[in-house]
C-alpha cells in the first residue's frame, strides 16, 4: 500500500527565505506525483505535476523535483512571501488512467513579514 | 477554474438520515473523484468514476454510494449518515489532457449530529 510523508508538518519562515518542503513516498512504482496548496477552509489548487519520467516541473518561484528511484520529491519556494503561508500537500498516483491520488498529510507554512 | 460546482457547501443532519452531494463539471471531463479530508487522515479517496455509469470503490468507500448519469454531474450518497462521515468532501476531476492533472472543487462541509 503507498504511503505518502510530509516533513515538517509546519514550517515558519521571515520573508524572502528560500524554501524546500519534501514529500516521500514509499512505492516508486508511480506515474506522476502533483504538489497543491491548501488555504484555509478553501479547496485545493494544484501548483505543479510531475510524471514519473521526469525530473523537475518549474513555475514561477516554485520548482519541483523527483527522484522516483528514492522515492522523494521536494517543492522548492524561491524569495518566499506572506501570500505563500498555506498548506502544502503532495499526492501520487500509481495509474496512468483513473488517478487514484495518494495524500500526505501536508506541511503547513507560515511566512512572517 | 476547472469549471468544479460542489452542492450544498454546508449541510447540517442528523445520524440516520440520508444525504446526497453534487459534483458538477462543465468541461465533459471522464474522471471524476469523491474525497473526503479529515484531521489526522489527510484526503482520502472515497469513490471515482471514469464515465457515465462507470465507477469504482476507493480506500473508505464503506458507507458510501456514487451514481454518475450524465457526463456533468457525479453524485456521493450517504445512506444512512453517522457522526463518522462528519468531514469536509471535495470532488476532483482529473484533465486527461494535461497529464491527467487533478482538479479539486471548493468542498462541502458536512456535520452529522
Known amino acids: 500500500k503507498q504511503e505518502v510523508t510530509q516533513i515538517p508538518a509546519a514550517l515558519s519562515v521571515p520573508e524572502g527565505e528560500n524554501l524546500v518542503l519534501n514529500c516521500s513516498f514509499t512505492?516508486?512504482?508511480?506515474?506522476?506525483l502533483q504538489w497543491f496548496r491548501q488555504d484555509p477552509g478553501k479547496g485545493l489548487t494544484s501548483l505543479l505535476l510531475?510524471?514519473?519520467?521526469?525530473r523537475e516541473q518549474t513555475s514561477g518561484r516554485l520548482n519541483a523535483s523527483l527522484d522516483k528511484s528514492s522515492g522523494r520529491s521536494t517543492l522548492y519556494i524561491a524569495a518566499s512571501q506572506p501570500g505563500d503561508s498555506a498548506t502544502y500537500l503532495c499526492?501520487?498516483?500509481?495509474?496512468?488512467?483513473?488517478?487514484?491520488?495518494?495524500f500526505g498529510q501536508g506541511t503547513r507554512l507560515t511566512i512572517n513579514p | 477554474d476547472a469549471g468544479i460546482t460542489q452542492s450544498p457547501r454546508h449541510k447540517v443532519t442528523e445520524t440516520g438520515t440520508p444525504v446526497t452531494l453534487r459534483c458538477h463539471q462543465t468541461?465533459?471531463?471522464?474522471?471524476m473523484y469523491w474525497y473526503r479530508q479529515d484531521p489526522g487522515h489527510g484526503l482520502r479517496l472515497i469513490h471515482y468514476?471514469?464515465?457515465?455509469?462507470?465507477?469504482d470503490k476507493g480506500e473508505v468507500s464503506d458507507g458510501y454510494s456514487v451514481s454518475r448519469s450524465k457526463t456533468e454531474d457525479f453524485l456521493l450518497t450517504l445512506e444512512s449518515a453517522t457522526s463518522s462521515q462528519t468531514s469536509v468532501y471535495f470532488c476532483?476531476?482529473?484533465?486527461?489532457?494535461?497529464?491527467?492533472?487533478?482538479?479539486f472543487g471548493p468542498g462541502t462541509r458536512l456535520t452529522v449530529l
Open positions: 476532483a476531476i482529473s484533465r486527461t489532457e494535461k497529464d491527467n492533472e487533478q482538479f
Open positions: 512505492d516508486s512504482a508511480i506515474y506522476n
Open positions: 510531475i510524471q514519473s519520467s521526469q
Open positions: 499526492a501520487v498516483s500509481g495509474n496512468q488512467g483513473a488517478q487514484k491520488l495518494v
Open positions: 468541461e465533459n471531463h471522464r474522471y
Open positions: 468514476s471514469y464515465g457515465v455509469k462507470d465507477t
